[in-house]
């Protein structure tokens, strides 16, 4: 029996570690994706919808509307229009407030070409997701890497 549980033992393999290179390497692929992830969702963010553009003062009649209506309203009416309210409200604060693209860009600009290569991410596809040609200029990414 006991030379059973030696040769189960011997056949376990020896625990693994990460080289500091290797785990270096993670750590710059993480901090180089959330750059990557904010800048992206920064610039998407001040597209819009198709269709009729909202403003804050056409989403600020909506919610007079709200608080008009929601006094008489049934208790599952009152709870679609309060919870319609704080929607509205979310989207006016996003609206009014103007993100400081100059800080992503920047951050984006000293990582992308490193990003862009490592994951195999070329011109095109930051074109395709609204990166402006002088930003990837100034990154260092070029159309000939499509």
Known sequence: MATAVKKAAARKPAKRSMSADHKAKLAQGRKESRVVSKYLEAITAGKGK?????????????????????????????LELT????????????LTSRIDLTGLEKEFVKIAKSYSTRNGIGYSAFRELGVSAEVLKRAGITRARN
């Not at 553009?53 to 600020?60: A, F, L, Q, V």
């Not at 919870?83 to 996003?94: G, N, P």
């Open 83 to 94: 919870q319609r309210r704080f929607d509205l409200v979310a989207e006016r604060e996003r």
């Open 50 to 78: 198709r269709g009729r553009k909202r403003t804050p003062e056409s989403i600020n009649i909506q919610i007079a509307h709200i608080d008009r209506e929601i006094g008489g309203a049934s208790p599952i009416r009152k």
